[in-house]
């Protein structure tokens, strides 16, 4: 396996690689990732008007990002994959934060339990943990 080597020019509160979710309501999507991952907000940009314009959430390691959508960066639904350590728990709380199921969790033939829900902005999560640890 090849090491991992972390780039100098990355902040040190941010992974390399960092999620971006453009959605409608921001207020809405962090309320769901909090619900449903335990999301820790680091930091809520807002505008004149007291809106959310722009935060940043923390799932384990990663730092998710968000913008709200206006009409020239319309909203986009993501699809992200996120290894957790009760896929059938945190199914429960997506659904119970008004996500939407997709697929049922399960064990897999590949060595993986998992299971897919959208969220009230319409991205699809993905949820593992392996079966084998």
């Known amino acids: 396996m090849t090491s991992l080597h972390r780039n100098p020019n990355t902040p040190n509160h941010f992974s390399t690689v ?14 769901f990732l909090q619900k449903a991952f335990g999301a820790i907000v680091s930091n809520e940009d807002s505008d004149e008007q007291g809106q ?24 986009q639904p993501s699809m992200n994959y996120v290894f957790v350590n009760d896929v059938a728990a945190t199914f429960q709380s ?6 939407q199921s997709i697929m049922e969790p399960g064990d897999r ?3 993986m339990r998992e299971g897919g829900f959208l969220d009230t902005n319409g991205n699809q999560w993905w949820i593992a943990q392996p079966l084998n640890l």
């Open 18 to 31: 960092c999620p971006y979710l453009l959605v409608e309501d921001i207020q809405n999507q962090i309320a």
């Open 52 to 75: 959310i314009i722009h935060a940043e959430v923390s799932i384990g390691e990663v730092v998710i990002m968000m913008g709200r959508a206006r009409p020239e960066f319309p909203a």
């Open 109 to 111: 033939d590949y060595g």
């Open 94 to 99: 997506a659904l119970t934060a008004g996500g």
